[in-house]
């Protein structure tokens, strides 16, 4: 499976995007990020994604609230940013992991690809 440019540019326009309308804010910046070996890993690193409450729970020492809002977050979204990704790349995501860094305001979602024929064979093993 092969992720061009101008995918990568629109699963980062994505993202931003959703960060923003669930945020309230988007990143200031997002790289993505794909590996060449199977199964392919998408990394999206959203740069500065603190909210302002999360800002100053981070900076009065309420780090783990932060960490707790944002995988309550990530929980709530899983279906929108991987369908924003499986829109994009036109595959399956097969697992999706995100994790927040309470005082850096880094971001990271991992969505870890299969191809169309990966797919099919784990709907067969499935009973689909």
């Known amino acids: 499976m092969q992720v061009t ?6 699963v980062a326009e994505r993202i931003t995007q959703l960060e923003r309308s669930f945020y309230g804010r988007g990143p200031s910046n997002v790289k993505v990020s794909v590996s060449e070996d199977e199964p ?5 690193l959203s740069i500065d994604s603190l909210t302002a409450a999360d800002s100053v729970l981070s900076a009065r020492g309420q780090r783990e609230a932060v960490i707790r809002h944002h995988e309550a977050l990530h929980e709530a979204t899983r279906a929108d940013f991987i369908g924003a990704v499986e829109d994009v790349i036109g595959a399956q ?3 999706y992991l995100a ?21 099919r064979e784990l709907d067969t093993l499935a009973g689909e």
């Open 5 to 10: 440019r101008a995918q990568r540019n629109a």
């Open 93 to 95: 995501v097969h697992a």
């Open 40 to 44: 392919v890993s998408l990394v999206v």
């Open 99 to 119: 994790q927040v860094h309470p005082t850096t305001g880094h971001a990271v979602r991992v969505f870890i690809l299969a191809d169309l024929g990966d797919t």
